[in-house]
């Protein structure tokens, strides 16, 4: 079926919507999108790409937002879904959207926007639950305090042509965005509900990129739907023209998550859980359903946090890598094990630990739980066995009683001692420093540091006369952290796989987690292995001393070889910046 543009008021669709919407008859449709390019399935991150103009393209990111899904009936009504949004993120896991409440019937068509419409996109991103397509942690869309999501992203690398040397590999990244930026995308095809139902499409890259020549001088690299920039639109139409039909399958069982009875979910003591303030501006977090924080949970996790005994020679606890005055991080590169040996990696900070998808360096552990076992239980780093530790607590009459008061009883477990530091680290939050009582209007910031963060939220394109930092990509936000996994040029070839090492996949060598900035003037020294001592020496090496390692993340590849060149007074002013995120008690 082809594609067509359908974005044409009908007067009776919000109320032939509304009239057939009955809960009954209620299914969810599930639009699925496969990634193509010239008709052939690819993955994303893609391999290597011919594009029609001699040159080779390798596909590192595609997302989109989806809204004011429309389903044309057979019987020349309409079905409005306003109100559900869809996040695609196609080399994210993301490939599908899910709608609710789509009454059975006959339909003859289907149209959705890529973009958000303003009072969504205009809104203040911190309302949308924390598994919400729009909330921020979700989809890593949204332009911070520049307001307004990015619609959809386009991000890879591209050489010359197949016998190019990767040394000459440059990054794009395409970000459209803003009102005028609204795409459409609609088809007119024959097919039923009768049931929960998929629709699956085809959204074929090359029809976007293939024609687009790369080139470092001439802004054809990068946009971010700027005033005037006359790539953006060309590539919108082109998005909305790259889309295809495939077809329409029945229902299928889908995963329900599990109620208050799961057998996931502990034992609870006396209290109700504590209430979570999200602060001003932050997007709502997703904490853990079966271990909500409990003041008597908290105040065990805490108690265990400051323990030695859960090392395996009783000499070391958690806090001695994680001191609190240190923004739970210590002043050291690698830190040493309860046995003395050294880790390979630097220790990171532990706050906002409720907004982090996954956790360490890698994203090797789910959940804050499993964190806390990996390095309970790692031989260099607490070396602990759990069964001895937990027979020597047991023991303790004055822990039992803490162990009772969280979870009902005074039986201590491994899982006990874990969910109870996963609720003390869920609730520390740094929400407090110059910068956030700045925006409040409580306290100005000095013309050096309002200089670095403008500079810090502005994208490097000399050929749009910007010259910027470009710190949001990847720190923007509240949270100043996208908590990706990206590699920032550090070495040519990483020794430390990163992310690679528990993917198993070549392209995710060298990428670690994106630290939250919060608090960075008390977490030193930075990067995975700690080599960066001071944040001038961090400013230093992202002004240049990028490494142009192959997987180098678009956002730094796409800058120019020599690095960004900010004066000696700028690079200053960014490090004022950063000193006023220091949390201020």
């Known amino acids: 079926m082809g594609i067509i543009?359908?974005?044409r008021n009908c007067g009776c669709a919000l109320a032939c919507g509304l009239a057939l919407l009955a809960p009954a008859a209620a299914a969810d449709l599930t639009i699925s999108v496969a990634p193509r390019w010239r008709g052939a399935e690819i993955a994303v991150p893609s391999g290597a790409l011919a594009n029609d103009t001699g040159q080779t393209v390798r596909l590192t990111r595609v997302a989109l937002l989806v809204s004011e899904v429309v389903l044309q009936r057979a019987d020349g009504g309409a079905v409005r879904l306003?109100?559900?949004?869809?996040?695609?993120?196609?080399?994210?896991?993301?490939?599908e959207i899910v709608l609710r409440g789509v009454p059975a019937g006959?339909?003859?068509?289907?149209?959705?926007r890529l973009g958000v419409p303003a009072a969504a996109n205009l809104?203040?991103?911190?309302?949308?639950?924390?598994?919400?397509?729009?909330?921020?942690?979700?989809?890593?869309l949204h332009w911070s305090w520049q307001g307004g999501y990015v619609f959809a992203a386009l991000e890879g690398h591209y050489r010359a042509g197949a016998g190019a040397p990767e040394s000459s590999e440059r990054g794009f990244s395409f970000h459209l965005a803003t009102e005028a930026r609204l795409m459409a995308v609609g088809f007119r095809a024959d097919w039923k509900i009768a049931g929960?139902?998929?629709?699956?499409?085809?959204?074929?890259?090359?029809?976007?990129?293939?024609a687009q020549r790369l080139a470092a001088?001439?802004?054809?690299?990068s946009t971010h739907s700027g005033e005037g920039d006359t790539l953006a639109p060309r590539l919108a139409t082109a998005l909305e023209r790259a889309w295809f039909w495939l077809g329409v399958s029945g229902s299928r069982e889908r995963e329900r998550a599990g109620g208050a009875d799961s057998p996931l979910a502990p034992a609870r003591g006396h209290g109700g859980p504590l209430a979570f303030t999200v602060p001003p501006g932050f997007p709502q977090p997703a904490l853990p359903a079966d271990n909500l924080p409990t003041a008597a949970g908290v105040a065990l996790g805490e108690a265990l946090f400051f323990d030695p005994r859960l090392s395996g020679n009783g000499t070391q606890s958690c806090a001695a890598c994680h001191a609190p005055a240190q923004a739970f991080s210590d002043a050291v590169a690698l830190s040493r094990g309860a046995e003395g040996h050294a880790g390979k990696r630097n220790a990171m900070p532990l706050f906002n630990l409720a907004w982090s998808p996954s956790f360490a360096w890698d994203g090797s552990q789910p959940r804050i739980r499993d964190q806390a076992l990996a390095a309970w239980t790692n031989p260099i780093e607490m070396n602990a066995e759990p069964a001895r530790v937990v027979a020597a607590l047991a023991r303790d009459p004055v822990l039992a009683e803490k162990i009772a008061a969280a979870f009902g009883s005074a039986d201590v477990t491994a899982e006990r001692v874990t969910l109870a530091l996963e609720q003390f680290l869920l609730m520390q939050v740094a929400a407090a420093s110059r910068f956030d009582r700045s925006l409040r209007?409580?306290?100005?910031?000095?013309?050096e540091e309002q200089r670095g963060f403008e500079l810090f939220m502005l994208e490097h394109d000399p050929v749009r006369g910007r010259r910027g930092a470009d710190c949001f990509h990847c720190h923007g936000g509240a949270l100043f952290s996208d908590y990706g996994f990206k590699n920032n040029g550090l070495d040519l070839v990483s020794v430390d796989a990163g992310r690679g090492e528990v993917t198993r996949q070549a392209g995710d060598a060298g990428k670690f987690k994106t630290p939250s900035l919060r608090n960075v003037a008390l977490t030193a020294p930075y990067m995975h292995d700690g080599r960066?001592?001071?944040l001038e020496e961090v400013v230093a090496h992202y002004d240049h001393g990028v490494q142009r390692a192959v997987a180098l993340d678009p956002n730094l590849a796409k800058h120019p070889a020599a690095g960004l060149g900010l004066t000696a007074e700028d690079q200053r002013a960014l490090v004022a910046f950063l000193r006023t995120l220091t949390d201020v008690r």
């Not at 006959?106 to 959705?112: I, L, M």
């Not at 998929?198 to 990129?209: C, E, F, K, M, N």
């Not at 001088?217 to 690299?221: K, N, P, V």
Request: hydrophobic share 40%; proline share 4%; aromatic share 10%.
């Open 196 to 210: 929960d139902t998929t629709v699956s499409l085809a959204l074929d890259l090359a029809r976007v990129l293939a």
């Open 532 to 534: 960066f001592a001071t």
């Open 5 to 7: 543009s359908l974005w």
């Open 106 to 112: 006959d339909y003859a068509g289907v149209e959705f």
């Open 82 to 95: 306003d109100g559900q949004f869809g996040f695609l993120d196609l080399g994210g896991g993301r490939d």
């Open 123 to 140: 809104g203040d991103p911190g309302r949308w639950p924390a598994d919400h397509a729009l909330n921020p942690v979700v989809n890593g």
């Open 441 to 447: 209007g409580e306290v100005e910031l000095s013309a």
């Open 217 to 221: 001088d001439d802004g054809s690299e």
